[in-house]
């Protein structure tokens, strides 16, 4: 659109204040999508074997139903108390009317979204694969972080993305060719496919979830295989160091099991961002070597 090419900053302002409401609502996806997998999980069982005589609750759950409210005194949240950030400043991070702390986190994630959203349109500049990438940063992050609380990677999240990066490929809005897109969601899925295989013969038990093999073949998709080498390396380091980290707060042995997914969201994020730089000074720096 032309007044972008007239006001360069208002693409960025925009993707920013855009972000910073989505985050509040992937809030709210990150809490209650894995809620639902698990109801849907508990109905399907309960069809399956009658005999289990499992207990499923009937009561409608869903993104928009029903209302937030808080957790201790359940008193449904105003919309006055909705505003990103600004109404966790002005409640001084508690509820309104039972003064229950609110974690810090609701704030810190729709930040984290504005900033990403920003940076996005800061690299790209408006375009609609750079709109694209901005729902690709929604995924990313909701699925980062419903990992990190549940060990879960959904279907919901990472089957979608790979389409959208293979579609968004067929019709040239992506820089990333049909091939390359398609090749890249087949040896995503295909690397940590093997990789679970030979380390699970080798040692008897599951090194990773098969959600890590999605989410790779979306990152695949939308980069194209090229990138994949990068995205396994960065998300292996990282992990490992975090992950590390995770296991020693927690006091926990390194054997214990630590989710995979937010380290490979962080990588293709990155390589999405800045991953052209990134491999150009790397093979400067083996030619200079």
């Not at 950030?85 to 001084?92: A, D, E, F, I, P």
């Not at 279907?155 to 019709?171: F, K």
Request: with cysteine; charged share 10%; net charge neutral.
């Amino acid at each position: 659109m032309a007044i972008f090419s007239y006001y360069p900053w208002l693409f960025p302002l925009l993707a920013t204040v855009f972000g910073l409401l989505v985050g509040s609502f992937l809030n709210v996806v990150i809490y209650r999508l894995p809620i639902m997998m698990e109801r849907e999980w508990r109905k399907e069982c309960s069809e399956s074997f009658p005999e289990a005589n499992l207990t499923v609750d009937q009561s409608r759950f869903n993104l928009s139903v029903p209302r937030s409210a808080c957790p201790n005194c359940h008193t449904p949240i105003r919309a006055l108390d909705n505003i990103p950030v600004l109404s966790w400043l002005m409640l001084g991070g508690k509820c309104h009317q039972c003064k229950t702390k609110i974690s810090a986190r609701y704030p810190l994630i729709e930040l984290l979204t504005a900033g990403m959203c920003g940076l996005v349109a800061l690299e790209f500049g408006f375009s609609y694969f750079a709109i694209a990438l901005l729902f690709f940063t929604f995924v990313l992050i909701a699925a980062t972080f419903i990992d990190l609380d549940t060990m879960l990677l959904p279907d919901q999240l990472t089957l979608p993305l790979m389409w959208a990066g293979i579609c968004l490929a067929l019709v040239g809005i992506s820089p990333v060719s049909l091939q390359d897109s398609v090749i890249g969601a087949i040896a995503g899925y295909l690397c940590l496919w093997s990789v679970y295989w030979g380390f699970k013969l080798l040692t008897g038990k599951e090194g990773m979830g098969y959600g890590d093999f999605k989410l790779l073949a979306a990152l695949g998709a939308w980069l194209g295989w090229q990138y994949l080498p990068m995205i396994i390396l960065l998300s292996s380091l990282v992990g490992l160091v975090f992950g590390i980290i995770q296991l020693r707060m927690q006091k926990k042995g390194i054997d214990m099991a630590f989710p995979f997914g937010p380290y490979l969201a962080i990588a293709g994020w990155v390589a999405t961002m800045w991953g052209s730089e990134i491999l150009h000074h790397y093979y400067r720096f083996l030619l200079g070597a």
